[in-house]
């Protein structure tokens, strides 16, 4: 059973910076593509930022020179370090496991809520 657990969202103000984490269960953790997403409620979930099993990265433009995306293979835990933030990266934050075809599997946390004060 796939198991991903988020933490380290919070209440920042803007300019500052947080660090998610996200702990992956019921996989072979280094043979998986992983990613961040990002939801508000009645949007749609936007991809934030993933790394490939080879450590190759890709961001949305909206977070590029803000965020980073880095794995831990030992601890099966992806991590999303949030620098320079912003209101409207206001959101929940959730961790996925990807396919070959660059979409999620549909296995989700419960996510953390980042929310960044003006």
């Known amino acids: 059973q796939v198991q991903l657990v988020e933490s380290g969202g919070g209440l920042v103000q803007a300019g500052g910076s947080l660090r998610l984490s996200c702990a992956a269960s019921g996989i072979i953790f280094r043979l998986n593509a992983m990613a961040w997403y990002r939801q508000a409620p009645g949007n749609q979930r936007e991809l934030v930022a993933s790394?490939?099993?080879?450590?190759?990265?890709n961001y949305a433009e909206s977070v590029k020179g803000r965020f980073t995306i880095s794995r831990d293979n030992a601890k099966s835990t992806v991590y999303l370090q949030m620098n320079s933030l912003k209101p409207e990266d206001t959101d929940v934050y959730s961790c996925a496991v990807l396919r070959s075809d660059g979409n999620p599997y549909d296995y989700w946390g419960q996510g953390t809520q980042v929310t960044v004060s003006s």
């Open positions: 790394i490939s099993v080879r450590g190759i990265t």
